[in-house]
Every structure is written in structure tokens, then in C-alpha cells.
């Protein structure tokens, strides 16, 4: 088995067969109103969610089983959806329950995929692989009735692991978000940190240490999950704790799904969210644009306004896609600053190499203890 496998993950591949043995996001809850359909595409399949009246989400097939129709144009009706083309209707189970102008016996033959559904921290959850899905893991500190919960879903233009390689990259923080406005005043990221990084029950815990003698802890969650405390953009909530999931769409695309715990509740809370979620909507529509013309050396990330809601994602973006669509990291020499890099190319590897010859793999386990820390200001 070859590491480079690890940027496939259609049907069928070694790390698509392994991402489908865990719970991975498939949309944000807020944008599945009730009678909501929405078309989705992850791990290389296309699919449909909807929620039904219940305000239960469903994930099926994404296309008719009579002529191929995409159901995401169809309509809700119950618990069910309505093909858009000739009004076949499904249940969440993928079963056909009505087939207008054809006998109930053919319906009852047939049945498109369906899968395991959970809404969970504002995220809709599926399983997609085979047999029984494991519990979804439980974080207690996004469900404190002491915040709100800032949820969005972020499309990047990249393989999804140039970005969970960056969550085991403390080095580029002082470098690529350098123009952040709460960096030159975040003692922090000023100076060479020191790293050590050990294997958890839950993936990675990365402890870094910083030359004034402050230090931060954060953990990265098997397969594809990072817990921080994390900068945002916004002159009073400077910094909440944050996970993330960095979900594949195709091999050159994933989204950054991430659900940050924001210290406001009430009214507060929903106003400055509402607003963020805005603010995050103008600027999803221009950023793949922003970063081609960066890389291309059309525009300098100088030129860009550093108080965009994203601005730190666009840093990243930068950083990550210019590593190629997908990173060629045969050409690459890490050093000791990378050696959580290292790890966790190391635990993925090993967990592949189970995988496809047949041996246990490892169940990682989340711990409410496993909280990132960030010093006080």
C-alpha cells in the first residue's frame, strides 16, 4: 500500500472505504428547512437530503429509480419525496411507496439506496458504509446551554488531506495568518514553537510551546476531525473553541465543515450569527476566484481586505491549494517542526495497510477531557 492512496476516496477505494466506516457531515441543519431538498455530493457519490414534515432529516439515492430524474428537484411530502418527473414517491427508507399510473405491486419492488441519518451540533450526520454504524461521538462542550453554535460549511478547492495535514501544522500559523489583526498582538505565533505530539485514543494530541513560555494544546480526531481554540474575525469574540470535520467531496475538492461555540446566547447569539452567516455567504461567492487569481500571481493577499469574515480561511486556502489540487508529497522534505505531520501520515498509513490486508483496526474514541487550551490574553 502505497500513502498516496490516501487522496482517493470514491466507491471502492482503500481511504473511501475507511472514511465510510464513521459518521462524516453531509450539510449544515440550517440549510435543511422543513420540505427542504438539497443535492449533495461526498466521498465521489451524489446523493438527496431532505427533511421531511417531522423536521427529521432523510439521505437517499440522488436520482429516480423509473428514468433517472434527480429527486433533489422533487418535492416532500411527509416523511416522503416525489420525483419532479413522473411522481414516483419514496420513503426514507428508499422504498417506493406510489407510482402513478402503474399497479401497487411494482412499487413494492422497488427501492433506492437510503442511509443512516443523525442531526447532531448543528451538522446532519450519515453513515455510508456497510452493516451497523457506531454511536456518533458525543462533545459536550458544544452543547452547553452557555453558547451558540456558529455553524457553516465551507467549499475549498483542494484534496481534503492538504487540509488535515495543515491541522497538524503549528509552524504556519506565524507565517500565513501573520495579517490577521489580532496576530500582532497575539504573543503566540511571535517565535519558533516548540512541538511534541503523541498518539491519543482519539487520533493525535499536539502540545506546542512557545518561546515566552506559554503554550496551547489541540487534538486531532481519527479520521479527519481537528479540535482548536480558534481565531475569529471579530473584534470582541477573538478566539472559541472550534471542530472541525474536512469531509471529501471529489479527489480535488471537500468542504470545511466546522461548528464553532460562541460565547453569546438569547438574541445576541442569533443576531451575530445571522450576521456572520451572511457575511460568510457574499464572500463564499468570490473566494475559489480569489485564491485561482492569488496563486495564478494575478492579485497579491495583500489586496484583499483582512476583515473579510474568512480572511484566515482564505490564508489557508492559499497555503493548501498551492500545494497543487493534490499535494505530490514524494517532492517534500519535512523537518522536526512537522513531526505531527508525520504521525499522523504514519497512524493513517498503518490503519489503511489494516484495512486492506484484513487485520483489527484501531476503535478511536473521543474523551470529554480531550479540550484544546489556549492561554489568556
Not at 517534500?332 to 495497510?353: N, Y
Request: with cysteine.
Amino acid at each position: 500500500m502505497e500513502f498516496s492512496e490516501v487522496v482517493h476516496t470514491g466507491p471502492g477505494t482503500l481511504a473511501g472505504r475507511y472514511l465510510r466506516m464513521f459518521w462524516q457531515p453531509v450539510c449544515c441543519a440550517y440549510e435543511l428547512a422543513s420540505g427542504r431538498t438539497l443535492p449533495v455530493r461526498i466521498l465521489g457519490e451524489d446523493f438527496t437530503v431532505y427533511r421531511g414534515d417531522s423536521g427529521i432529516p432523510h439521505l437517499v439515492g440522488p436520482r429516480c429509480a423509473h428514468r433517472g430524474t434527480q429527486l433533489s428537484v422533487g418535492s416532500v411530502e411527509g416523511e416522503c419525496i416525489r420525483c419532479f418527473y413522473h411522481g414516483w414517491k419514496y420513503d426514507g427508507s428508499g422504498q417506493c411507496v406510489e407510482q402513478p399510473a402503474e399497479g401497487q405491486s411494482f412499487a413494492e419492488k422497488v427501492r433506492i439506496p437510503s442511509y443512516r441519518v443523525q442531526e447532531y451540533i448543528g451538522l446532519v450526520f450519515a453513515y455510508l458504509g456497510e452493516g451497523e454504524p457506531p454511536p456518533l461521538p458525543r462533545y459536550p462542550r458544544f452543547e452547553s446551554a452557555d453558547i451558540s453554535l456558529d455553524v457553516a460549511g465551507l467549499k475549498r478547492i483542494c484534496n481534503y488531506f492538504n487540509n488535515i495535514d495543515n491541522s497538524l501544522d503549528s509552524v504556519h500559523v506565524r507565517f500565513v495568518h501573520q495579517r490577521h489583526r489580532d496576530s500582532v498582538d497575539d504573543h503566540v505565533v511571535l517565535g519558533d514553537p516548540v512541538i511534541s505530539v503523541e498518539e491519543s485514543d482519539w487520533g493525535v494530541k499536539r502540545y506546542v510551546q512557545y518561546p515566552d513560555g506559554k503554550d496551547v494544546t489541540f487534538f486531532f480526531g481519527m479520521p479527519n476531525i481537528n479540535f482548536i481554540n480558534g481565531q475569529v474575525v471579530d473584534p470582541v469574540i477573538k478566539r472559541a473553541n472550534v471542530i472541525v470535520f474536512k469531509v471529501p467531496v471529489d479527489d480535488e475538492n471537500h468542504i470545511h465543515f466546522e461548528v464553532r461555540a460562541i460565547p453569546l446566547t438569547g438574541e445576541r447569539g442569533r443576531a451575530w450569527i445571522e450576521e456572520r452567516r451572511e457575511l460568510r455567504t457574499q464572500a463564499e461567492r468570490d473566494r475559489p476566484e480569489l485564491v485561482r487569481a492569488i496563486i495564478s500571481g494575478k492579485l497579491r493577499l495583500s489586496d484583499v481586505d483582512p476583515n473579510r469574515v474568512d480572511f484566515v480561511m482564505l490564508e489557508d486556502e492559499v497555503a493548501q491549494t498551492g500545494q497543487g489540487a493534490i499535494a505530490v508529497r514524494s517532492n517534500e522534505h519535512l523537518g522536526r517542526s512537522d513531526r505531527g505531520v508525520f504521525l499522523l501520515r504514519k497512524i493513517w498509513e498503518r490503519e489503511l495497510r489494516n484495512l486492506a490486508e484484513g487485520r483489527p483496526l484501531k476503535q478511536w474514541t473521543y474523551r470529554p477531557d480531550m479540550v484544546p487550551t489556549y492561554p489568556s490574553m
